[in-house]
């Protein structure tokens, strides 16, 4: 028989306490197997019906007529104790209880382990199990967002939860126990066919299996592995060939997509720094530039110092370049400015930019000397701050190469001076006056006068502090330049002098006479005389092993300096070889006949001639090697910049107004960043001055 409810006025009040008073009941059945019975009928005196208190008899009615037995810790089984299917939507109804009751009813079905007994019921608890988290989900959607006593209310059961779960911030592990549900804990409980739950600390919880985790191997499989992994390495070599050559383009992807990641390996970060080293020293600086940008560990490696001064000193790069803020820090010099970190590859990048100035084809003329008047620069030196320039005026000038100033005029030879050496703050000229002078840069004053030669003093080579004259009068002098000494007198020579070369070891002179000798610098005595050549020598050039002479009989010749043989004959050009530089086994040479050839002097061949569309068309007045190029002048009034791989030209450097009209460029010298060029006229269409090229990236 069912009790019978008095009328009365239910109020939303009144609601939430009945609500209550029905959790409590039902929160109170904490011990495994109590039944939560509801009232199995409920009968209503005659009353106002609306549709609100109708639609609320109507779900008592139904929640009333139910009867539920949780499973007991004895028999492990859920038995339904009513004829009909337990409907937990009308027993969790979104209408009869609020949100934190509803949380309660979860955490409360979470403690509790539920079992299945049997492979038959699994599918209706599943059903049940997923009708009440969709409930669940349906009622969170139904409660309103706009409140603020709703907001204080979520905000108070969520402290509630978290404090239930161990409050605090939570471990990943806790994290990842958040994120699953109460309700899905039953789903998964419920739809377990070995009833293994998996325990975790949210409850009875249930771990899904991988959907991607490949399926379980049959026995045939099986097999068939066991026996691959029995076979040698070959076999099993040519049974994947076998497999893979039967198989679809599809499942061939697909075993490329499964094998690539494998081989998608930093190995450079997995070897040992100094094998990692090792094997980036093989790239070439433009690689080891990109590599750098790979990662941050592949730019620590890329960036080591030691690797970058090889690199600089395969290319020449004797320093490490500093920036002024370096050099002028006490720290830094203080601690030793040479061990500063990334110096090498700091040079290495600066001469990169250097030569691109060099090649870029922009006018780099940054400054103009005029001096000399109008006759001409017959010797010139530079140091790399400074330019001294000789002229038939009889005077040398001292040039600021910075400022472009004359710091200095030097006056006191009575001839014009052919010939001049330098070295630190010294000047050594050789002038028609048949004397050598000696002069101090810095203050003007010459230091000494060496008397000895009897006609014109025609060239100088200078080693240390022992400087070599050659002179018309046939016969070569030493001279110590600090004492003002006269050391040795060499001769042999029938005609005048007209190139000469010094080592310290051996003295190396060429004459008008057709001959070239070696000489003992100390016992004055004549080594070798090298015999070959058909006219005047006119150029020299000397290594220590080999001595190369250009001759006005159109051949150059390589010697042995130890044995005075001649090695080879390098014939090509068709006039007088003017002038001559040689780098290793390398020789260019520049002659009348308006050529310049690249030659090997090892095997004696002519590997390049420099030619092409805008060759020179007069005769080649001078040349120096910068690096990978050749800087030529001409009397065609121009510089160029030759490339000694292409042998092509890569641009000109230098472009008189007065070219092929009496312009001339007499001499050249070049450093890494500057190249000065004695420039006139033997008819007095171009001023006599010094044009100085600045290719450094540092300056303004």
């Avoid at 204080?152 to 994290?175: C, D, T, V, Y």
């Avoid at 998964?188 to 919880?205: D, I, Y």
């Avoid at 703050?425 to 030669?453: A, F, Q, Y």
Wanted: hydrophobic share 35%; with cysteine; glycine share 8%.
């Amino acid at each position: 028989m069912g009790r019978t409810i008095l009328p009365v006025r239910r109020t939303r009040q009144s609601s939430k306490r009945y609500n209550k008073l029905k959790l409590r009941g039902l929160l109170n059945n904490e011990i495994p197997g109590a039944s939560l019975i509801s009232t199995t009928a409920v009968t209503a005196a005659p009353k106002r019906t609306t549709r609100s208190s109708a639609a609320r008899d109507q779900q008592v009615a139904c929640t009333s007529s139910l009867s539920v037995q949780l499973p007991t810790n004895q028999d492990h089984q859920q038995q339904i104790t009513t004829n009909q299917n337990v409907n937990l939507y009308q027993v969790y109804s979104p209408y009869r209880f609020t949100r934190s009751q509803k949380l309660k009813v979860g955490k409360l079905l979470s403690d509790h382990q539920i079992e299945t007994s049997s492979s038959r019921n699994s599918e209706k608890h599943h059903h049940a199990a997923s009708e009440m988290q969709q409930a669940v989900v349906a009622d969170i959607q139904l409660l309103p967002s706009n409140s603020s006593s709703t907001k204080m209310k979520r905000k108070h059961e969520s402290a509630i939860l978290e404090n239930s779960s161990g409050g605090g911030k939570s471990s990943p592990e806790k994290k990842a126990c958040k994120k699953s549900s109460p309700l899905a804990a039953v789903e998964n409980s419920a739809c377990s066919p070995e009833r293994k739950p998996t325990t975790t600390c949210g409850g009875s919880l249930w771990s899904p299996p991988d959907p991607n985790s490949p399926p379980p191997l049959s026995a045939g499989l099986n097999d068939w592995l066991q026996q691959f992994l029995s076979w040698s390495a070959q076999e099993k070599v040519h049974s994947l060939e076998n497999l893979i050559s039967v198989c679809q383009p599809h499942e061939v992807k697909y075993v490329q997509e499964v094998i690539a990641p494998h081989f998608h390996r930093d190995f450079i970060s997995l070897l040992p720094k100094e094998l990692a080293l090792y094997v980036l020293s093989f790239l070439e600086p433009r690689d080891l530039l990109v590599a750098a940008q790979t990662c941050k560990y592949w730019r620590v490696l890329a960036e080591d110092n030691l690797m970058w001064k090889e690199k600089c000193l395969e290319e020449g790069i004797l320093e490490p370049h500093l920036s002024k803020a370096i050099k002028g820090s006490w720290k830094n010099r203080r601690n030793g400015i040479g061990n500063v970190v990334g110096g090498w590859k700091a040079a290495y990048l600066r001469h990169v930019r250097i030569e691109m100035n060099w090649l870029d084809g922009k006018d780099r003329i940054s400054k103009i000397l005029k001096g000399h008047d109008d006759h001409v620069i017959t010797c010139l030196q530079f140091n790399g701050s400074r330019i001294v320039s000789g002229s038939d005026d009889n005077t040398l000038k001292v040039w600021s190469a910075v400022s472009g100033k004359c710091l200095r005029t030097l006056t006191g030879h009575t001839g014009g001076v052919w010939a001049s050496q330098m070295r630190r703050n010294l000047i050594i000229s050789g002038s028609t006056d048949r004397t050598l002078k000696i002069w101090n840069m810095d203050t003007g004053n010459c230091v000494h006068t060496l008397h000895g030669h009897t006609s014109t003093v025609r060239c100088l080579a200078l080693h240390g502090n022992v400087v070599v004259s050659g002179s018309r009068d046939a016969t070569l002098r030493a001279w110590n330049i600090d004492t003002g000494e006269f050391l040795h007198v060499y001769v042999g020579h029938m005609a005048a002098v007209r190139c000469v070369c010094y080592n310290g070891e051996k003295v190396v002179s060429g004459a008008y006479d057709y001959m070239v000798k070696v000489w003992n610098p100390t016992t004055q005595e004549c080594l070798h005389t090298l015999q070959g050549h058909t006219n005047r020598v006119y150029s020299l050039q000397f290594d220590g092993k080999y001595v190369v002479s250009g001759s006005l009989d159109t051949s150059i010749r390589v010697w042995d300096v130890h044995t005075g043989q001649c090695l080879h004959t390098l014939m090509g050009h068709q006039s007088l070889t003017s002038g001559m530089e040689l780098k290793d086994n390398i020789l260019v040479s520049g002659n009348a006949d308006s050529t310049v050839k690249v030659w090997d002097i090892l095997t004696g061949e002519c590997l390049k001639t420099l030619e092409g569309s805008n060759k020179h068309v007069s005769a080649v007045t001078c040349l120096q090697f910068y690096g990978k190029f050749v800087i030529t002048s001409s009397d065609d009034g121009t510089v160029k910049l030759w490339d000694i791989r292409s042998g092509k030209v890569v641009r000109d450097l230098v472009t008189l107004e007065s070219r092929g009209s009496g312009g001339v460029v007499w001499r050249i010298r070049a450093s890494e960043t500057k190249l000065v060029c004695a420039v006139g006229s033997r008819n007095g269409t171009e001023e006599t001055k010094l044009l100085v090229l600045d290719f450094d990236p540092d300056s303004k």
